[in-house]
């Protein structure tokens, strides 16, 4: 008996709880039960970010991996004590380093340059450097010599120091290509932060190197780019020099413009000394001679053809 009235009392009590939590407020419409406050819950995606733990700062927060095609890839991962337990995940993203475009990352560049055909000569020692461009010379000279034999007819001299700037100006353009490209990719390796673009010239960005891919990057440029720098600095210095002294030797050689004989002040001049050289040679008939006066001057000679002197 005394079980069965406390069976019923606890009915009782659970009834009445049970109809207090339905109960109108006095805030809201008699009409609208009163809800209770809801729990987001887990495994839900929260629109607020991340709260910072005690001395951290937001932009201390690490970023998850990055998988995705176009280099941009949220996944939602979870960092203890970065929200309450049990709570939401948190869409964090992934390594930036990812975000770098893969030809512009500087290890692939490096790779790039050592595959490529021109550039992988620097990778050669000293004496496979040099044949590779004493090859090139052999090609400019090639072309050179007989555009310099055409502007300096029978003037040896003169056609060779033509053509030999030619042929090192090729040469040297070659060296500062060279070394220009190896020079970007080694300050690239050395640089803690490197400069990209995500899609184009507007929209540049900075990376900055996690600890183990700079460790890594320094290792390549004092190793492998480093000595390719070093060797293309020595050969340009020493093609510069040439380059340097065969326009000097040049200027002294031929010190006028060998295309100033078609300029009208130069053929003036050869009117002039014609008609010196016939007077010449009138006078000279009027002597009983047929020899001009002027044959005796090689310089004159030159100046009136030296048609009469071979006579």
């Known amino acids: 008996m005394g079980l069965a009235l406390a069976n019923t009392s606890l009915l009782f009590l659970a009834l009445i709880t049970g109809s207090r939590a ?3 407020s006095s805030s809201s419409s008699c009409h609208s039960p009163r809800r209770l406050p809801r729990t987001s819950p887990v495994g839900a995606v929260s629109a607020k970010p991340p709260r910072p733990r005690e001395g951290e700062r937001e932009e201390d927060l690490p970023e998850d991996l990055d998988g995705g095609e176009q280099g941009f890839d949220f996944l939602s991962r979870r960092r203890p004590g970065m929200q309450d337990r049990g709570g939401v995940r948190v869409r964090r993203r992934m390594d930036k380093s990812r975000t770098v475009p ?3 990352q500087p290890f692939n560049e490096l790779q790039e340059l050592k595959e490529d055909p021109l550039f992988g ?3 050669e020692d000293s004496k496979g450097l040099v044949t590779r461009l004493a090859l090139i010379y052999a090609v400019a000279m090639a072309v ?3 555009i310099g034999t055409t502007t300096f007819p029978n003037q040896l001299p003169e056609a060779l120091l033509a053509a030999n700037i030619g042929g090192l100006g090729v040469l040297l353009a070659v060296a500062i ?3 220009s490209g190896w020079n970007y990719v080694s300050l690239r390796l050395g640089a803690e932060v490197v400069e990209y673009e995500e899609s184009g010239w507007y929209d540049g960005s900075e990376w900055y190197k996690p600890p183990d891919i700079r460790a890594r990057d320094e290792m390549l440029n004092n190793y492998e780019v480093q000595p390719a720098v070093d060797r293309l600095k020595a050969v340009l210095a020493a093609i510069g020099l040439g ?5 000097v030797g040049f200027k002294v050689v031929v010190p006028d413009d060998p295309y100033a004989m078609l300029d009208d002040t130069y053929l003036n001049t050869l009117k002039g000394d014609d008609d010196i050289a016939n007077d010449a040679a009138k006078k000279a008939a009027a002597r009983g001679t047929n020899r001009p006066v002027y044959c005796e001057s090689r310089y004159y000679q030159a100046m009136a053809g030296g048609g009469l002197c071979d006579k």
């Open 243 to 247: 380059f340097m002294l065969t326009v």
């Open 177 to 179: 290509r060279l070394y």
């Open 144 to 146: 050179s010599i007989p």
């Open 102 to 104: 893969t030809d512009q």
């Open 22 to 24: 339905f109960a109108p």
């Open 121 to 123: 000569w620097a990778q």
